[in-house]
C-alpha cells in the first residue's frame, strides 16, 4: 500500500484539534496514554531540576506541553508540528502557564529549520512512526541529536510494532484490536487500523533503542510498555 504524503497526514490532523486538546481523553485510542504523559513530564522534571529549553515536536494540541508547564512553570518552549491548527491551540494552551518565551515552528521536523538553538530536552510523542525507511529513521534521530544540548535527552511515546510477527498478530491484531473494539465496535477498530496501515511504519522498540545508540546516545532506558505503544529515553551524557 501506497503510504499517506505528509500533506495528507496534515489534513486529516487540521480537522481533529478538539479531540487532542483534552488531557484526559485525547488519546482514547493510544493506550495509557496518561500513564506516560505523566512519566515522561515528571521524569524530565526530576532529571532536570534547572530545566531550560524544550522542543516539542509533533506537539500536536500541546499536551505534553501542557503537563510538563504546570509542573515547571518557567520553561521555554518551541513547539513544532505540521499542522498550524494544533499549533495554534498548542501555543494558546502552553503560553498562560510559563513565564517563559513559547515559540512555534510549523513543518516536518526533519526539514525544519530550528537554528542553532540547543535544547536540554526533546517530546517525541506520537510522532515518530511517521517515519518510512532505515535511512529515514537514521537520519532523523541524528538531527534531534544534534539539536541537544551536551546533557540534553529525548523523551519518546510511540506506537511500535513486534519483531516476531507472530508476536506482532496477537499483540496488535488480537488484543490491541479488542481494546479498540471495546472502545466503540468492530468497524471503528478497523477504521483505527486501516488509517495506521495508510499513515505509519513504525518499528521495534528494540530498533529505536538500538538506533538510538547508532546515533550516539550514551544512556537509554525503558519507561513503560503496553502492548503495540512504548515510552522510553535517550541521554546524550554518560551520567
Not at 121 to 147: C, G
Request: aromatic letters at 10%.
Amino acid at each position: 500500500m501506497e503510504k499517506s504524503t505528509i500533506q495528507q497526514i496534515e489534513a486529516r490532523f487540521d480537522k481533529d484539534v478538539e479531540r487532542f486538546s483534552k488531557l484526559e481523553t485525547g488519546q482514547q485510542t493510544t493506550l495509557d496514554a496518561s500513564l506516560n504523559l505523566e512519566l515522561i513530564t515528571e521524569g524530565i522534571v526530576r532529571c532536570y531540576p534547572k530545566l531550560g529549553r524544550v522542543l516539542d515536536i509533533g506537539c500536536g494540541a500541546g499536551n505534553f506541553a501542557v503537563k510538563l508547564a504546570q509542573k515547571r512553570p518557567d520553561i521555554q518552549v518551541t513547539l513544532s508540528d505540521l499542522s498550524l491548527p494544533m499549533l495554534n491551540r498548542a501555543k494558546e494552551r502552553v503560553s498562560p502557564l510559563t513565564s517563559g518565551a513559547v515559540q512555534t515552528i510549523k513543518g516536518d521536523f526533519r526539514t525544519a529549520d530550528f537554528g542553532q538553538q540547543k535544547y536540554d530536552v526533546i517530546i517525541a510523542t506520537a510522532v515518530l512512526h511517521h517515519l518510512r525507511d532505515d535511512k529515514d529513521w537514521e537520519a532523523a534521530f541524528s538531527k534531534l541529536y544534534n539539536l541537544l544540548s551536551d546533557q540534553g535527552s529525548i523523551w519518546i511515546f510511540d506506537l511500535v510494532h513486534q519483531a516476531d510477527q507472530g508476536l506482532q498478530a496477537y499483540f496488535y491484531e488480537d488484543l490491541y484490536g479488542s481494546y479498540l473494539t471495546s472502545l466503540k465496535d468492530a468497524d471503528y477498530r478497523d477504521h483505527v487500523f486501516a488509517y495506521i496501515e495508510k499513515e505509519d511504519t513504525p518499528r521495534s522498540l528494540i530498533y529505536q533503542l538500538n538506533l538510538l545508540e547508532k546515533t550516539g546516545f550514551k544512556r537509554v532506558d525503558v519507561l513503560h510498555k503496553n502492548l503495540c505503544f512504548a515510552s522510553f529515553v535517550g541521554f546524550k551524557s554518560v551520567k
